[in-house]
């Protein structure tokens, strides 16, 4: 075997190299198509390939006959297919005729889309054959665990750009009328299955469509309408005189397998050009191989919003849900973030916010709940983001703190004293942020004069029950005491003051809360009606009770001077 071609080829390559590279990557091709393929006269590329036969690179055969004018189909020998790739994929063996004819015609439509696609806005940018344009993806997950591997098998794959500059792509399958329509439909089904899983996901722009080339417009309208009723199908190309309606039907366009047919396999160039591609849908013309690659560019390009939005709704849905736990349950996030952070993240959850209240302070909720999410979801958490989120929710809990005392300073600065403002001054002083509920009634709280009317409304001396005219307070206490002032001697009268009679019954008969000092009879055991506090002090101590005033400046001392560490 002589070695001057190879080693000449190893060291510089060239013309002859360009040649072995074309049949590495479409298995066979015809001298004319050699010629086409590296714009070079045809003499020259069959003396530069006798040259590479005889240094026992390639080898040609002429399927169907060996003598006559019929072509030589080229193909690699395996000292060839080292040469450009390392490796020796040819395994030396004559092909069969049917083989030969086939991979011919597939280069024969890769030349048609490369010569013929710019005239048709149809610019080639990839084309990939056998091994190197299969797909393979996992198959969705049985019951019993794990998953399958699924491999389509496609002539060829196409990638294009259209003159907009948008990139499409297909699948090419030849049909030489060597198989029947039950083999064809069993090629379909994987298509479907490839579609169905959405293998094309990240690949490609879209669900390629297939496009089958075959021998006669019959045998193309036969597998087209095969192909419509194996799918279940009425319209090929969704788009095509229907609205698309919403986010679903744009994404399941996107994905969706179209199929197409067209009977000049003999002729690609055709195929590029003119209308000879019939669809699925009985009722529609032929179209261009142009159309059908835009219609798929234009689903495209109408499903990337669509699949934005889908994304955006997936990830609310899952911050939603994670919020949604943590606001039944917080407990988890104290030891994590501190007592602080967790109040300010139970009130950002509370339901009931009106933004036009004073009280609601201006902390970004959104964004803030959104890093809670993220980081919450984040698994695991690092040592350095979790005590990051505790210091910042720390610092919007005092911010938000801070704004609701100031709030409260200026309802307490217009003279008033109403009881339902010592219960925020009392939560506040707990370092807890007023609720929602609880602040939005601060500014229609009932004024000390209607609370304490509230308590006597329901208050009905004892054996005074069901009179048509109920007996106040002050009248049951003037009769109890008169009465009792009747009962003493003249002695005793002269030397007891009727006042300190009464005073001696409301002490008996009446109790103060020990935080708005309000007075409650002493039968009363509920909650204060003014604050809702629990504890009551003996009635001659309600002078004892802190002001509001009071409680107010020492909130906002603290507010102001001293930042609440967690």
């Known amino acids: 075997m002589p070695s001057g071609t190879t080693d000449r080829l190893r060291a510089s390559g060239g013309p002859s190299e360009h040649l072995l590279l074309l049949l590495n990557d479409h298995r066979v091709m015809t001298t004319d198509q050699l010629a086409r393929a590296t714009a070079t006269p045809a003499r020259t590329v069959l003396y530069r390939l006798e040259q590479l036969r005889t240094a026992g690179l390639v080898d040609y055969d002429r399927p169907g ?17 080292r040469l450009v790739t390392g490796t020796s994929p040819a395994d030396g063996r004559r092909p069969s005729a049917l083989f030969s004819a086939h991979a011919a015609t597939i280069t024969e439509v890769w030349l048609a889309v490369r010569e013929h696609g710019p005239a048709a806005g149809l610019t080639l940018t990839g084309w990939a054959t056998d091994r190197a344009g299969w797909q393979e993806w996992d198959g969705p997950t049985s019951r019993w665990g794990g998953t399958s591997v699924k491999r389509l098998t496609p002539d060829a794959v196409y990638e294009a750009v259209l003159a907009d500059g948008r990139a499409v792509a297909a699948f090419i399958e030849v049909d030489l009328a060597s198989m029947t329509q039950t083999q064809l439909r069993a090629k379909l089904d994987r298509y479907r299955a490839y579609a169905r899983d959405e293998a094309w996901r990240g690949r490609f722009p879209h669900c390629p469509p297939l496009l089958l080339l075959t021998t006669t417009a019959h045998r193309a309208v036969t597998f087209t309408r095969n192909a419509a009723r194996h799918l279940g199908e009425t319209s090929s190309a969704p788009t ?36 000879a591609w019939t669809l699925t849908d009985p009722e529609a013309p032929e ?5 059908i690659c835009t219609e798929r560019a234009t689903t495209a390009a109408a499903a990337g919003p669509a699949y934005q939005r889908q994304e955006a709704e997936a990830e609310r849905l899952q911050r939603d ?18 007592p602080a952070a967790v109040d300010l993240v139970s009130y950002l959850l509370d339901t009931r916010h009106d933004p036009a209240d004073a009280f609601t302070p201006r902390l970004d909720a959104d964004a803030t709940l959104d890093t809670l999410a993220q980081w919450w979801r984040r698994t695991p958490r690092s040592g350095v983001d979790t005590p990051a989120l505790g210091a910042t929710l720390t610092r919007l809990h005092h911010q938000g703190w801070s704004h609701q005392v100031r709030q409260l300073a200026r309802l307490a600065a217009t003279g008033e004293d109403r009881p339902a403002w010592y219960a925020a001054a009392a939560h506040l002083a707990r370092r807890s942020l ?28 004892p054996g005074h029950r069901d009179e048509a005219t109920p007996v106040t307070y002050p009248q049951w206490r003037d009769q109890q005491v008169t009465a009792e002032w009747t009962h003493l001697s003249w002695w005793q009268r002269q030397r007891t003051d009727p006042t300190a009679l009464a005073a001696a019954f409301d002490t008996e008969h ?48 603290d507010a102001t001077g001293h930042p609440y560490q967690a």
């Open 510 to 557: 009446l109790t103060a809360c020990a935080r708005c000092a309000l007075t409650i009879p002493a039968t009363d055991t509920g909650d204060c009606p003014g604050c809702h506090h629990t504890q009551r002090l003996p009635h001659e101590q309600r002078h004892t009770v802190t002001p509001l005033t009071d409680l107010v400046a020492a909130l906002l001392a």
């Open 65 to 81: 006959r060996q003598r006559g004018s019929a072509p030589h189909h080229w193909r690699l020998r395996p000292a060839g297919a």
């Open 287 to 291: 179209v261009t191989l142009t159309a």
């Open 321 to 338: 849900e994670v919020l949604r736990r943590i606001r039944v349950n917080p407990r988890p996030l104290l030891p994590l973030l501190g």
């Open 240 to 275: 095509y005189g229907r609205r698309l309606v919403d986010d679903f039907d744009l994404i399941a366009a996107h994905g969706r397998l179209v199929v197409a047919a067209a009977g000049c396999v003999r002729d690609p160039a055709r195929a590029v050009t003119e209308h």
């Open 434 to 461: 007023l609720t929602p509920a609880e602040h939005h009634r601060l500014h229609d709280a009932r004024s000390r004069d209607a609370a304490q009317a509230q308590v006597w409304s329901y208050w009905q001396p």
